[in-house]
């Protein structure tokens, strides 16, 4: 079961479908193309704090904006997507697919973390894709409202020191580096599990104030033994843990009691490719891997990582009184 992607030098595992290859064509052509503009750093992206806020209240980067209309040109062009939910767009989006049975539908963080591409720091696309259900012939928010289990791939693309794309199917979770000479994506890491040791920690401890007894417990408990890392781009803390082992925890606080990571195109899609490399998420009593959303931009207090630790949590919120 594989399949060969243009843009990815070896045939890719888990994917045999080849309108899921075409979703994927149109996701690596993307990432290809805003690798480059994040290449460019300070020289396109200044951002300007009395600009355009998104619905979620925060700054919309220039960034933001380019990668956006880059995944929408290509799912657009793909025929094969009939529809987006996008961090960036308020509602859901469709598009005209050349046979509707055969599409599917995909949620977007286009540019993870923009608040640290002025800095030249880490940032990523997160994605997940769905095959539609009732027929696909349903446009509307329910063929978005389901739970990570229903993904049929899921990934993101990093753009650091270098560009990696990671892709997640039941399968395995393979990583692809982009060869910058040719252009195209080779594989690096064939078969991803997240090693059993755990040496890190990542929560923006900046709001302990703001934590209730409980989280402040967790976090107490969880920090012994570990080293804090937090580099602010979730994309950047999960791969970190997926090859290394480790934890990130964004839970809800006082000011925000959902927390600040969205459930469908961030949690969720992390959730999947922590599942199918042995690893766990939970919003601290229920696991978002099976987390059926109640709407396209839910926030969702989120714990992912090594099973072990996540399972440690839990029962600390659960025993915590
Ligand atoms: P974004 O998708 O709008 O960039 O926001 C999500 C980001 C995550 O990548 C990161 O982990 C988190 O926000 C950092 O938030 P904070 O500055 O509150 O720690
Ligand atoms: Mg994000």
């Known amino acids: 079961m594989s399949l060969t992607i243009k843009g990815i030098n070896s045939p890719v595992q888990g994917v045999d ?6 979703v994927l064509e149109a996701i690596v052509s993307a990432a290809k193309l805003i690798s480059g503009n994040v290449q460019s750093g300070m020289l396109i992206e200044r951002p300007d704090p009395d600009g355009v806020r998104n619905i979620h209240g925060e700054l919309v980067h220039t960034l933001d904006t380019l990668g956006t209309n880059t995944f929408v040109n290509v799912f657009k062009d793909s025929q094969v ?14 598009f005209d697919v050349k046979d509707i049975s055969e599409s599917y539908f995909c949620v977007l963080d286009p540019i993870d973390g923009t608040s640290n591409a002025d800095i030249a720091i880490t940032i990523g696309s997160i994605f997940g894709i769905f095959k539609g ?18 993904f049929v791939a899921a990934g993101y693309v990093l753009y650091g020191s270098s560009t990696l794309l990671i892709l997640a199917t039941p399968l395995r979770v393979q990583e692809f580096t ?8 080779v594989c690096t890491r064939s078969d991803i599990s997240i090693p059993a040791e755990c040496p890190y920690y990542s929560v923006n401890q900046g709001y302990d104030d703001l934590w209730d007894d409980k989280i402040k417990t967790v976090v107490n408990s969880i920090k012994r033994g570990r080293s804090l890392r937090y580099v602010g781009s979730l994309v950047s803390d999960f791969h970190r843990d997926l090859i290394r082992g480790g934890v990130y925890l964004y839970p809800g606080d006082t000011n925000n009691p959902e927390g600040k990571i969205r459930l469908l195109y961030e949690a969720a899609v992390m959730s999947y490719i922590a599942h199918y490399a042995g690893g766990e998420a939970t919003n601290g009593y229920t696991s978002i891997f099976n987390l059926q959303p109640k709407s396209i931009h839910q926030r969702t207090p989120i714990f992912i ?7 440690q949590i839990e029962s600390i919120l659960r025993d915590t009184t």
């Open 17 to 22: 479908d080849s309108s899921l290859g075409a």
């Open 178 to 185: 982009l060869d910058t000479d040719k252009m195209e994506f």
């Open 81 to 94: 997507v009939a529809g987006l939910v996008c961090e960036e767009l308020d509602v859901e989006t469709f």
């Open 133 to 150: 259900t009732n027929g696909n012939s349903v446009l509307d928010a329910r063929q978005f409202l389901r739970p990570a289990k229903d």
């Open 305 to 311: 990582g090594n099973s072990n630790v996540i399972e």
